[in-house]
């Protein structure tokens, strides 16, 4: 009875010290963030989207910058935070069939490139 009670303990004790795994790390996915004085209305085409009309629902708050740091003239803009495939990226704005921007950026994995209309 003792030598069962000796392996029971041993195994319960064997049980409770096993490897935990915990990773952390840089948020690997990247974005597009267009910032414009009104972006509502306007068309936009990048990866899979295709000339979706952008409404207020798609924008967020103008976040500040690094430490704290932003520009006034921003605050009041809108802002489009696109997450994008790992790199080259064609983008196209456009608004009563007038071509806004349009331009191919490449992004490396964790980046975040800021465009101002």
């Known amino acids: 009875m003792k030598k069962l009670l000796m392996i029971a303990v041993s195994l319960i004790l064997t049980a409770c010290g096993a490897n935990v795994h915990n990773t952390t790390g840089i948020d690997n996915e990247q974005y597009i963030v267009v910032i414009a004085d009104s972006l509502i209305?306007?068309?936009?085409?990048?990866?899979?989207?295709?000339?979706?009309?952008i409404s207020a629902a798609d924008l967020q708050p103008f976040?500040?910058?690094?430490?704290?740091?932003?520009?006034?003239?921003?605050?009041?803009?809108?802002?489009?935070?696109?997450?994008?495939?790992?790199?080259?990226?064609?983008?196209?704005?456009?608004?009563?069939?007038?071509?806004?921007?349009?331009?191919?950026?490449?992004?490396?994995?964790?980046?975040?490139?800021?465009i101002k209309l």
């Open 63 to 114: 976040e500040m910058g690094i430490a704290g740091v932003t520009d006034p003239a921003l605050e009041n803009s809108d802002v489009l935070k696109v997450k994008v495939d790992q790199g080259s990226n064609q983008i196209t704005i456009t608004q009563d069939n007038n071509v806004l921007l349009s331009k191919e950026l490449y992004l490396s994995a964790g980046q975040t490139r800021t």
């Open 41 to 53: 209305g306007k068309q936009i085409s990048i990866g899979d989207i295709k000339q979706h009309t």
